[in-house]
Structures are given as structure tokens and as C-alpha cells.
């Protein structure tokens, strides 16, 4: 069974800044990619970054410029760094790995929550 551990989650101001963390069970080359969602709350869950096992990342346009999405391999974690954040930006953030072709995510973190003030 894959676990994936979210960390990094908090209150900050508009306009801070967080790093999330997700470490992984298993390597992360065993995952066609990894990815974050949010869930704001009454809201749908929706994609924030993707990153594939070759290491190509993907922006939904609401962060783009402000979050960037990496990676250390022997640590087996992804990072999400969020930049200049907003009151929208609040939500519960989670990391999920996908395996299968068809993009879906197979695995899911527990979620860390992220709080951003005006």
C-alpha cells in the first residue's frame, strides 16, 4: 500500500508564503506523475500542479507565477511552494499519485490545510 504524508500546512497573511511537502512510501519513479489538489470549503477538488516521473510540471492557471511544484528523488517528496498567496488560495491541500493511464490519481494523502488572511 503507497502512503503519502503532507506536511507544511498553516495560517499566513496574504501575500506569504508556504512549502508543502509530500513524502512517499515508494519511489517516485514507480508513479506516472504526482500531483496537488485543493478543496476550498463548499467547492469542488481541483487540480493545482502536476509533475511527471520525467519530471515535466503543469500549472492550473490560477497559480501559475506564484506556486512552483518540485521534487527530490532520494527523499522520495514533492515540494509546493506557494508564493504571494491569497484569501482564494485557502483550502485543504491534497497530494496524490497516479499510476494508471488514465491520469487519475490512485493514491491520496490525508490533506494539510492552508489558511491565508487578508
Known amino acids: 500500500q503507497v502512503q503519502l504524508v503532507e506536511s507544511g500546512g498553516g495560517l499566513v497573511q496574504a501575500g506569504g508564503s508556504l512549502r508543502l511537502s509530500c513524502a512517499a512510501s515508494?519511489?517516485?519513479?514507480?508513479?506516472?506523475?504526482m500531483a496537488w489538489y485543493r478543496q476550498a470549503a463548499g467547492k469542488q477538488r481541483e487540480l493545482v500542479a502536476t509533475?511527471?516521473?520525467?519530471?515535466?510540471?503543469n500549472y492550473a492557471d490560477f497559480v501559475k507565477g506564484r506556486f512552483t511544484l518540485s521534487r527530490d528523488v532520494a527523499k522520495i517528496t514533492v515540494y509546493l511552494q506557494m508564493n504571494n498567496l491569497e484569501p482564494d488560495d485557502t483550502a485543504v491541500y491534497y497530494c496524490?499519485?497516479?499510476?494508471?493511464?488514465?491520469?487519475?490519481?490512485?493514491?491520496w494523502g490525508q490533506g494539510t490545510q492552508v489558511t491565508v488572511s487578508s
Open positions: 509533475i511527471t516521473s520525467r519530471g515535466v510540471t
Open positions: 496524490a499519485a497516479v499510476r494508471s493511464s488514465t491520469g487519475n490519481p490512485d493514491y
Open positions: 515508494r519511489s517516485i519513479f514507480s508513479f506516472n506523475a
